[in-house]
T-cell receptor, first 115, second 117 residues
Framework: NAGVMQNPRHLVRRRGQEARLRCSPMKGHSHVYWYRQLPEEGLKFMVYLQKENIIDESGMPKERFSAEFPKEGPSILRIQQVVRGDSAAYFC?????????????FGEGSRLTVL | AQKVTQAQTEISVVEKEDVTLDCVYETRDTTYYLFWYKQPPSGELVFLIRRNSFDEQNEISGRYSWNFQKSTSSFNFTITASQVVDSAVYFCALINAGGTSYGKLTFGQGTILTVHP
């Protein structure tokens, strides 16, 4: 079984551009979570999605950030008009339905650098 | 609100020394899970252990051991006879086991462990 796949692994953007990060969950997993790791900090929950539904976006910045998990295809975390403070590692995790709490499988992360 | 505190920002040891990474947590929930993850220099997150709040037995896995003490809200991690490959950032994390918690982990700030040859 392939693990959680994230791409790109590294992304460089200039201020004002858009960043799109993709996450393909493990086979059979219908729950996707995005976490952000700012430099020298722990991971912070951003959003929890199921297919075609945002369940909890309490950790998402109110502006410029959006996430989706369409019926077909990967989950996308989109950051519009990036600023230097968006530079971070963005981790995706997935879990199957009916999980025990916290039974997450993490991807290898996407590292965004904003110049 | 939940909180995880890893008071040690950085630890440096020489190979073969034992090292303990501290983790203290706060939660109002009576049922929860605790985790340790390793983040090596390559950046990925490696799951090490999950422990539920009802199970206070200590666990040993090779050179790794975990000491869960509910009375002091601590879940410490010990590496015995450390090796250079243990050098990484280690994160402690907590999640409420209730139905609405799903995958919303609360992470500590991490402890950077450097093992010198």
């Amino acid at each position: 079984n392939a693990g959680v796949m994230q791409n790109p692994r590294h992304l460089v953007r200039r201020r004002g551009q858009e960043a799109r990060l993709r996450c393909s969950p493990m086979k059979g997993h219908s729950h996707v979570y995005w976490y952000r790791q700012l430099p020298e900090e722990g991971l912070k929950f951003m959003v929890y999605l199921q297919k075609e539904n945002i369940i909890d976006e309490s950790g998402m910045p109110k502006e410029r950030f959006s996430a989706e998990f369409p019926k077909e295809g990967p989950s996308i975390l989109r950051i519009q008009q990036v600023v230097r403070g968006d530079s971070a590692a963005y981790f995706c995790a997935s879990s199957p339905p009916g999980i025990l709490s916290g039974e997450l499988f993490f991807g290898e992360g996407s590292r965004l650098t904003v110049l | 609100a939940q909180k995880v505190t890893q008071a040690q920002t950085e630890i440096s040891v020489v190979e073969k020394e034992d090292v303990t990474l501290d983790c203290v947590y706060e939660t109002r929930d009576t049922t929860y899970y605790l985790f340790w993850y390793k983040q090596p220099p390559s950046g990925e997150l490696v799951f090490l252990i999950r422990r539920n709040s009802f199970d206070e037995q200590n666990e040993i896995s090779g050179r790794y051991s975990w000491n869960f003490q509910k009375s002091t809200s601590s879940f410490n991690f010990t590496i015995t006879a450390s090796q250079v490959v243990d050098s990484a950032v280690y994160f402690c994390a907590l999640i409420n086991a209730g139905g609405t918690s799903y995958g919303k982990l609360t992470f500590g700030q991490g402890t950077i462990l450097t093992v010198h040859p």
